[in-house]
T-cell receptor
Framework: GAVVSQHPSRVICKSGTSVKIECRSLDFQATTMFWYRQFPKQSLMLMAT?????????EQGVEKDKFLINHASLTLSTLTVTSAHPEDSSFYICSALAGVYISSTDTQYFGPGTRLTVL | KNQVEQSPQSLIILEGKNCTLQCNYTVSPFSNLRWYKQDTGRGPVSLTI?????NTKSNGRYTATLDADTKQSSLHITASQLSDSASYIC??????????????FGAGTRLAVHP
């Protein structure tokens, strides 16, 4: 099946620093990628939809200036958490869309996630 | 409001036993329903995906059912193994806005299989 990778898998940083997380589709091109955040014992919450070559679409309540998304190629999207604070500590998961999103057979392939801990 | 509710919240079973997880949804318009398995600290992995016209779909020891009339789905796990211990997430694709569907996630059922 399709593979999506994330790097790094785990990061610990000091409060006030910025952290970049990469999401790559390894064996297919993904026009659309998604970024999710998951707090302990909760389900995934969509943060933003990333489209190659255009600005990301953020969900309500997600600060676009804090969570910078760049989808510069068909296989790479990056999420930068700027001026991270302890409340940003979470599990960040990306997914890449294979196929046409509005199709009933579209499939999202999820990355393995990145555990961010802000001290 | 588009919602996906799962039950039970958590479940403990003995190895080799069967179990059934439930999912109720209120998503309109409906496109498809997916079940994912998420191991702790990992991303979700797709188990099944069903469209409106499909009533059941199997993937090895996993069998999902869908009743589009009552808006209910179930995931049945047969002859459970220790490796089945994970969170199982029901996800409904639908609620189309702006020209595309969204994935609406349930909170998941945490399954623990004990020897």
């Amino acid at each position: 099946g399709a593979v999506v990778s994330q790097h790094p898998s785990r990061v610990i940083c000091k409060s006030g620093t910025s952290v970049k997380i990469e999401c790559r589709s390894l064996d297919f091109q993904a026009t659309t990628m998604f970024w999710y955040r998951q707090f302990p014992k909760q389900s995934l919450m969509l943060m933003a939809t990333s489209n190659e070559g255009s600005k990301a679409t953020y969900e309500q309540g997600v600060e676009k200036d804090k969570f910078l998304i760049n989808h510069a190629s068909l296989t790479l999207s990056t999420l930068t958490v700027t001026s991270a604070h302890p409340e940003d500590s979470s599990f960040y998961i990306c997914s890449a869309l294979a196929g046409v999103y509005i199709s009933s057979t579209d499939t999202q392939y999820f990355g393995p996630g990145t555990r961010l801990t802000v001290l | 409001k588009n919602q996906v509710e799962q039950s039970p919240q958590s479940l403990i079973i003995l190895e080799g036993k069967n179990c059934t997880l439930q999912c109720n949804y209120t998503v309109s318009p409906f496109s498809n329903l997916r079940w994912y398995k998420q191991d702790t600290g990992r991303g979700p992995v797709s188990l099944t995906i069903m469209t409106f016209s499909e009533n059941t779909k199997s993937n090895g020891r996993y069998t999902a059912t869908l009743d589009a009339d009552t808006k209910q789905s179930s995931l049945h796990i047969t002859a459970s193994q220790l490796s089945d211990s994970a969170s199982y997430i029901c996800v409904v694709s639908g609620g189309m806005t702006g020209g595309y569907n969204k994935l609406i996630f349930g909170a998941g059922t945490r399954l623990a299989v004990h020897p």
